[in-house]
């Protein structure tokens, strides 16, 4: 083969268990058939991308055994980057299970403080002013 292979490029961008942490935003065209959400828009980028990336490396003129060993190789890059994405992907999940368990023990408290604590406290507050003022009366009974 001759020449820069992009596909190569891109998987070795990759690396073999850590991805760049340089996040780009993309603003894709609306156009008709296109989902809303999300993370199906972002699934279409990404194969539209590695769609670009496989046309680029395959418009080079190269003969059939090299395109089918370029392909092989493109092919095992990408599988043996799967199984530390996956594992990356599995730990960012259990991140996000923890804050999600710390914000619904968090809303327990805030519920919990609103719902009971804070009545509770006007209600010793309230009976504290009455004791006072009761105490005051006894004070200026006994003084006179």
Same mark, same amino acid.
């Given at each position: ?68 060993? $370029? ?33 619904? $023990? ?39």
């Amino acid at each position: 083969m001759t020449g820069a292979d992009p596909l190569s490029q891109a998987l070795e961008a990759i690396g073999d268990t850590t991805v760049a942490d340089d996040v780009v935003q993309l603003r894709l065209p609306e156009a008709p058939g296109m989902p809303e959400d999300p993370a199906a828009l972002r699934f279409l980028m990404y194969v539209g991308l590695y769609d670009l990336l496989i046309e680029a490396a395959l418009g080079r003129k190269l003969e059939d055994t090299e395109r089918a060993t $370029m392909l092989s190789q493109a092919l095992a890059s990408v599988r043996s980057a799967e199984g530390p994405l996956r594992f990356a992907r599995s730990e960012r999940s259990e991140v996000i299970e923890s804050r999600e368990l710390v914000a619904r $023990m968090r809303g327990r408290e805030i519920a919990l403080t609103n719902g009971w604590m804070i009545p509770r406290l006007r209600e010793d507050i309230t009976d504290y002013r009455a004791r006072i003022e009761a105490l005051r009366v006894a004070i200026a009974e006994a003084g006179r």
